[in-house]
């Protein structure tokens, strides 16, 4: 596994994938690419990491000794989108991402990153879950 390409929001399942893919590159001797944005790329989103957020995910990675690029886009594309897009600029081999728990009528209603992800994706997807803890 070469490329792995997560996508962050600031969230327990934000991070739990940033960790998955952490461990993964460790074990792998991957390249992490992190992909941070808001809601088609709206800066005041809440999905949208702070400038602090993301310079301490890349001191993180690079104090690992892992191959790394941080992109925050803002084209104005969802954030499926956007993380479909660097996956195939980089050459993804998995994709990681963080799921919550959604009800029945939340999966109706609402349509989901994590799906698009899931449906679309050419490669690989780990989707992972936060810790109750």
Same mark, same amino acid.
């Given at each position: 596994?070469? @490329? ?11 991070? %739990?994938a ?6 993964? %590159? ?15 790329? @709206?800066?005041?989103?809440? %999905? ?31 954030a ?11 050459? %993804? ?29 050419e ?5 992972v ?5």
């Open positions: 596994m070469q @490329n792995i390409v997560v996508g962050y929001i600031p969230t327990p399942q934000g991070v %739990a940033l960790e998955a893919a952490v461990n993964l %590159a460790r074990l792998t001797g991957g390249r992490v690419t992190v992909v941070n944005t808001g809601h088609n790329g @709206n800066y005041a989103d809440p %999905a949208f990491a702070t400038a602090q957020d993301m310079d301490t995910i890349d001191l993180q990675l690079a104090n690992a000794e892992i191959p790394h690029e941080v992109r925050q886009p803002t084209e104005g594309r969802s499926a989108d956007e993380i479909l897009v660097v996956a195939g600029e980089v050459g %993804a081999d998995l994709i990681v991402i963080g799921v919550r728990r959604r009800s029945p009528v939340g999966k109706l209603v609402t349509g989901s990153t994590a799906q698009q992800i899931l449906l679309d994706a490669c690989a997807v780990l989707a879950k936060a810790s109750d803890a």
